[in-house]
């Protein structure tokens, strides 16, 4: 952990973590682009960075160098390095379809931002909150490292 934080000190600017999130709003029809929004209303303390549901589009509403509240952790690592990636999980979405477009987003994003799949995390792993819910029993499981890695592959074989 200490030198992972040596190594954030180093790059105050770029940010090297991943945190994987879910909305926790399973009322149909609030979709990523409702997500948006939701978070990009200045008076709602929370941001992130990207949101995904099971459509074609995903949702951007911070820069990937803006320091995003989604972690818990007030001024602490979770906030000020890693890029926050919230999961729709509305009723009215495919959550498996979700969990691939965002399997997809964070691979683009990993070679975008040379961010190894070791530092996909969850909120959870920063501030103990129960997020992404639904992902979390398994995330540090080799399926859940596959999922990622699996498209990571198909789309290099592309
Ligand atoms: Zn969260």
């Given at each position: 952990?200490?030198?992972?934080?040596?190594?954030?000190?180093?790059?105050?600017?770029y940010?090297n973590?991943?945190s994987?999130?879910e909305?926790?709003n399973?009322?149909?029809?609030?979709?990523?682009?409702m997500?948006?929004?939701?978070?990009?209303n200045a008076?709602i303390p929370?941001?992130?960075?990207?949101?995904?549901?099971?459509?074609k589009?995903?949702?951007?509403?911070l820069?990937?160098?803006?320091t995003g509240?989604?972690t818990?952790d007030?001024s602490?690592?979770?906030?000020?390095?890693?890029?926050?990636?919230?999961l729709c999980?509305?009723s009215?979405?495919d959550?498996?379809?979700t969990?691939?477009?965002a399997?997809?987003l964070v691979?683009k994003?990993?070679?975008?931002?040379?961010?190894?799949?070791?530092?996909?995390?969850t909120h959870?792993?920063?501030s103990?909150?129960?997020?992404?819910?639904?992902?979390?029993?398994?995330f540090?499981?080799?399926?859940?490292?596959?999922?990622?890695?699996?498209?990571q592959?198909?789309?290099?074989k592309k």
């Amino acid at each position: 952990m200490y030198f992972l934080k040596f190594l954030f000190s180093l790059q105050p600017l770029y940010k090297n973590v991943f945190s994987i999130h879910e909305t926790a709003n399973t009322a149909p029809g609030t979709t990523a682009f409702m997500h948006s929004n939701y978070v990009r209303n200045a008076s709602i303390p929370t941001s992130c960075h990207f949101t995904v549901d099971d459509g074609k589009m995903s949702y951007q509403h911070l820069p990937t160098y803006e320091t995003g509240f989604h972690t818990g952790d007030g001024s602490g690592d979770g906030n000020r390095n890693s890029i926050g990636i919230e999961l729709c999980v509305n009723s009215s979405g495919d959550f498996s379809k979700t969990r691939r477009n965002a399997a997809v987003l964070v691979r683009k994003l990993m070679q975008e931002h040379q961010i190894l799949i070791y530092n996909v995390v969850t909120h959870n792993h920063w501030s103990g909150k129960l997020c992404p819910a639904n992902l979390l029993n398994q995330f540090d499981s080799l399926e859940t490292r596959l999922w990622i890695q699996r498209y990571q592959f198909q789309m290099m074989k592309k």
